[in-house]
């Protein structure tokens, strides 16, 4: 069964910094794609960064200079934020696609004064 769990969460000013993390068990495949995707009210779900296999990321253009993602085991990711603005402010989502896409619960990451 495939799991994805998140951490790392919460509630920072503008300028702050945040790291999410992510593990994953049970993927199928021996070599996958791990990434962040973010969801803010109304608005459709965006890939934020992904890192595939092979070590190549990509990330969306209004976080490139101030978030990294970075992968410490083929199972494990995690998302430095730095320089927070609010409208970072959404619910952050772990991804994996091996196959198809699996996704995590969702965390929230609010950027407020």
């Known amino acids: 069964q495939v799991q994805l769990v998140e951490s790392g969460g919460g509630l920072v000013q503008p300028g702050g910094s945040l790291r999410l993390s992510c593990a994953a068990s049970?993927?199928?495949?021996?070599?996958?794609?791990m990434g962040w995707y973010r969801q803010a009210p109304g608005k459709q779900r965006e890939l934020v960064a992904a890192?595939?296999?092979?070590?190549?990321t990509n990330y969306a253009d209004s976080v490139k200079g101030r978030f990294t993602i970075s992968r410490d085991n083929v199972a494990r990711v995690h998302l430095q934020m730095n320089n927070l603005k609010p409208e970072d402010t959404a619910v952050y989502y772990c991804?994996?696609?091996?196959?198809?896409?699996?996704w995590g619960q969702g965390t929230q990451v609010t950027v407020s004064s």
């Open positions: 991804n994996v696609h091996c196959l198809r896409d699996y």
């Open positions: 049970g993927i199928p495949c021996s070599i996958y794609t």
């Open positions: 890192l595939n296999g092979g070590g190549r």
